[in-house]
């Protein structure tokens, strides 16, 4: 009886041995799991044009950007990809006639409206945009669409309204861009541009994952057929896993020229410079060469930069450690 017994706890300690070599092997192949609590998203509406703007518009700018930030950040709350978060907050922005994209787009010098707009995401580096469109109603999603169903990058004019068409996505006719205010200003003002706005988005989702995404009506008094940065991966978009995403605004042609936004990623993932050191960086060379504009950066910690060297930048940011901003001016 003692033998067996003996035998029979020599067994039941063989097995318990290999049971514990078993978890701490499924352990080790168990994939880390990424720190749910850095998700975050950070928001610009233009930067430059605010300083004719009554209490009442500026008002509405708030109250927009806070609308898109809400949409955006409870996708990512609930679980959401950072690319919904993006896509869907723009939308908001598309849709509000105060912001100059969608909706609110800018006048060409021909006195119509063409809007660009992109997409990025971190994850594969995978892009999509698409430049002077007239009867989109959401620029961003057609961005989207370019960059998930298709295998080219870009689309322009036509060509880009052809892949709208056969996507499903919502088609309007171009007066539904129509803006008193804004064909004003395009007739008042021929031989100067005053207004450069855009809007743009960059999330980060509780996988690590990053999205950058910008929309755009361009310069008002634009020539027509003039493409900004806004749908130049590099330029005003850009978005890298584990390093930063990028969202521009401002004088285009400079931000083309200088590739803006993955100048900055550049400086946080080979200098080893912070979200605001990079972004500090760039937009101080670009003043010194006259450029004006900004960007919103943010990190894989989820840490954001809202850098311009103009009066004012329309800018909102919301992360999951609570901390929140709406803000136009500097002060």
């Known amino acids: 009886m003692t033998t067996r ?33 850095n998700y975050a998203l950070v928001i610009h509406g233009g930067a430059g044009w605010f300083s004719d703007m009554s209490a009442e518009e500026v008002e509405g700018i708030k109250n927009g950007l806070k609308e898109a930030l809400d949409i955006g950040y409870e996708i990512l709350e609930s679980g959401g990809s950072s690319t919904d978060a993006v896509v869907e907050a723009i939308v908001v922005l598309e849709d509000n006639e105060l912001f100059n994209a969608g909706k609110g787009a800018v006048y060409t010098s021909e006195l119509k409206q063409e809007l660009d707009a992109s997409i990025m995401v971190g994850r594969n580096n995978d892009a999509g945009a698409v430049a002077s469109v007239t009867n989109v109603k959401n620029p961003i999603r057609l961005a ?13 004019s036509k060509g ?43 999330a980060i989702d509780k996988d690590g994952n990053i999205a950058a995404g910008t929309s755009t009506g361009g310069m008002t008094n634009k020539m027509p057929g003039r493409i900004g940065d806004s749908p130049i991966i590099g330029a005003g978009t850009w978005a890298e896993n584990n390093v930063c995403g990028v969202s521009a ?7 083309i020229r200088f590739n803006v936004a ?19 960086i760039v937009i101080e060379n670009l ?18 930069a809202m850098t311009f060297n103009t009066p004012a930048m329309a800018r909102a940011y919301k992360n999951s450690k609570g901390e929140e901003l709406v803000k136009i001016y500097r002060d």
């Open 5 to 37: 017994k003996s035998l029979l706890l020599t067994i039941l300690l063989t097995m318990k041995k290999h049971l514990n070599n078993f978890l701490l092997l499924t352990l080790l192949f168990i994939p880390t799991q990424v720190n749910a609590s």
């Open 144 to 156: 989207r669409y370019v960059m998930e169903e298709t295998k080219h990058v870009m689309f322009s």
């Open 160 to 202: 880009a309204e052809r892949v709208a068409k056969d996507a499903g996505l919502e088609i309007v006719y171009p007066n539904y861009f129509y803006q008193k205010n804004r064909l004003d200003d395009a007739k008042r003002i021929k031989k100067e541009n005053s207004k450069m706005g855009t809007v743009g988005v960059v």
């Open 249 to 255: 605004t401002g004088h285009g042609e400079f931000f």
């Open 262 to 280: 993955n100048e900055i990623c550049d400086l946080i993932k080979y200098k080893s410079k912070d979200v605001n050191e990079a972004a500090e």
């Open 287 to 304: 003043k010194s060469i006259g450029a004006d504009g900004g960007v919103i950066v943010l990190d894989a910690e989820g840490n954001a």
